[in-house]
């Protein structure tokens, strides 16, 4: 097969791991990357660009998108998807996982449970609408955030309004959102492909630290999930339209709750911690896709 990865940096674990998996099974494999691409449209012909040259020829395409070029990267997603390469990540699914409310909303009106959450997008109505969310504290989140970063804690009224002040006076988007003490700093990461949890982890945040990214300093575990879990990850993953997502949720005392879907999960942690072959299990999964067609 030939398949094309886009990133922006072939030196970055996932690429490389991805990269090196395809290669290990006799793939032809290109790395480009999506924010330097061209793209042509006219009536009904669609052409991609890179460095001048057309990218064509491609079975496959892995997409690798960082949160800050969401767009471009759906952009260039939704270029291939029309030349009828075979991609693992669909424009608008990695649009609407991207988006903490979309996602959110995605879960919920199909049954998928999720912590309590309001976007508040009007200041004048903070103090009415907050109690929605029952009892201190209560989180802030930026719609868009990542890595743990505009995610905040407040532990009373004052504090939350000043918080959501803050963000809506420089046109943040943000969701107020339960706080899930229960979970007590740790969260699950579920990584599926294809309908299958192929691997799991449990993270747990630093002491005197409430989230558990492994970008803000969190441990991680191998993890056993309940099948309840399991079955909630693979909902979650399939409902939003995706092949290849990492899963996150909260263990609450009503069962999990899912944080977020992520479309372009890091393979690092994972693979370190669980020592499983996940771009292995990618490709393969790319490779019966591929052969389906
Ligand atoms: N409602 C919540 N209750 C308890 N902990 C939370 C809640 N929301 C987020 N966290 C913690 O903060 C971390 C980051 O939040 P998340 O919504 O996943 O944002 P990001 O996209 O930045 O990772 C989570 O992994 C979890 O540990
Ligand atoms: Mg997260």
Do not use: W
Request: charge should be neutral; aromatic fraction near 6%.
């Amino acid at each position: 097969m030939r398949i094309l990865i886009l990133s922006r940096s072939s030196e970055l674990y996932s690429t490389r791991s991805l990269y090196n998996a395809a290669r290990r099974r006799g793939h032809f494999v290109r790395v480009i990357d999506h924010v330097l691409c061209d793209m042509y449209v006219s009536n009904g012909k669609l052409e991609l660009y890179f460095n001048g040259q057309p990218v064509q020829g491609y079975d496959a395409v892995i997409p690798r998108i960082g949160h800050t070029v969401t767009q471009t990267g759906a952009s260039v997603i939704r270029q291939l998807e029309s030349m009828g390469v075979h991609t693992i990540l669909e424009a608008d699914a990695l649009l609407n996982a991207r988006n903490k409310l979309s996602c959110l909303q995605i879960l919920s009106m199909n049954g998928i449970p999720v912590p309590a959450s309001l976007y508040c997008n009007n200041q004048y109505f903070i103090s009415e609408l907050s109690d929605k969310i029952e009892n201190f504290p209560k989180i802030i989140k930026l719609v868009s955030g990542t890595h743990g970063l505009g995610v905040l804690k407040a532990d009373d009224q004052k504090t939350m309004e000043s918080m959501m002040e803050a963000f809506l006076g420089v046109r943040q988007k943000i969701l107020l959102q339960e706080f899930v003490k229960e979970s007590k700093g740790s969260d699950v990461r579920a990584f599926v492909v294809d309908g299958e949890v192929v691997a799991s982890m449990v993270r747990q945040a630093e002491e005197g630290e409430f989230r558990s990214n492994l970008h803000r300093g969190a441990t991680a575990t191998s993890a056993q999930l309940t099948d309840e879990e399991n079955e909630c990850a693979l909902r979650a993953v399939e409902i939003m339209g995706l092949k290849v997502a990492g899963v996150d949720m909260l263990r609450s005392d009503r069962g999990p709750l899912v944080l977020e879907v992520n479309a372009s999960p890091g393979l690092e942690g994972i693979e370190t911690v669980t020592k499983v072959d996940v771009s292995k299990r990618i490709i393969q999964y790319i490779e019966r896709s591929v052969k389906n067609k």
